[in-house]
């Protein structure tokens, strides 16, 4: 069965500090990758997606994300955070042919000015 | 952007009592939608697929008796906790998948809370 790990489950940090956010996921086959950014009292939102194509993806707000095939990872990275981007974050993944999102346990994180 | 509006945000009820959440698109039609639920400090757990104008599909292990799902139009789909106990106090959110270009749109989420 697909299953997503999201290693830190919550996060602090200052403004301008360096952001990296684990995810692994386990599945064989082809699957599409996304980062989901609930900000405090909003809905989830999409924050990038990963199909096909360069692994390096862009975001909004300037988050990035690598997917690494051989690690099964697709890591959520930001180089200055803001106190802003204090959100939950959840890493999401499905296989291929199927539209169901398997979910990580998501990441709390709170930036301080 | 695209709207998904669920209602309401929370509601508590007594135990037993039956509980209707409503999940609408705002500007665009979603011939499929999926509610999930989410305990305390886990992840977003998909409960069941619904689609316009069919039966909607269950997750192993969800009761389709107790959580009833009514797709009946593009832009509703509902979720009614029949019977609800404090085992099924958790937060419930719906998402919407957009037909026109296939984006996913979440709504903000229904707190229950059964007593």
């Known amino acids: 069965a697909q299953s997503v790990s999201q290693h830190n489950h919550h996060v602090i940090l200052s403004e301008a500090a360096s952001l990296e956010l684990g995810c692994n996921y386990s599945?064989?086959?082809?699957?599409?990758l996304f980062w989901y950014v609930q900000y405090p009292g909003q809905h989830l939102q999409l924050l990038l997606k990963?199909?096909?194509?360069?692994?390096l993806v862009k975001g909004i707000k300037g988050f990035e994300a690598e997917f690494i095939k051989s690690k099964f990872s697709f890591n959520l990275r930001k180089p200055s955070v803001q106190w802003s981007d204090t959100a939950e974050y959840f890493c999401?993944?499905?296989?291929?042919?199927?539209?169901?999102?398997?979910f990580g346990t998501g990441t709390r994180l709170q930036v301080f000015p | 952007g695209a709207v998904v509006s669920q209602h309401p945000s929370w509601v508590i009820c007594k135990s037993g009592t039956s509980v209707k959440i409503e999940c609408r698109s705002l500007?665009?039609?979603?011939?499929?939608m999926f509610w999930y639920r989410q305990f305390p400090k886990q992840s977003l757990m998909l409960m069941a697929t619904?689609?316009?104008?069919?039966?909607?599909?269950?997750e192993q292990g969800v009761e389709k008796d107790k959580f009833l799902i009514n797709h009946a139009s593009l832009t509703l789909s509902t979720l009614t906790v029949t019977s609800a106990h404090p085992e099924d106090s958790s937060f419930y959110i719906c998402?919407?998948?957009?037909?026109?270009?296939?984006?996913?749109?979440f709504g903000s989420g229904t707190q229950l809370s059964v007593l």
């Open positions: 998402s919407a998948r957009d037909f026109g270009d296939e984006k996913l749109f």
């Open positions: 599945y064989g086959g082809t699957v599409n």
């Open positions: 990963y199909f096909s194509g360069d692994p």
């Open positions: 999401a993944v499905n296989s291929y042919n199927t539209d169901k999102l398997i």
């Open positions: 500007d665009f039609q979603a011939t499929t």
């Open positions: 619904s689609n316009e104008g069919s039966k909607a599909t269950y």
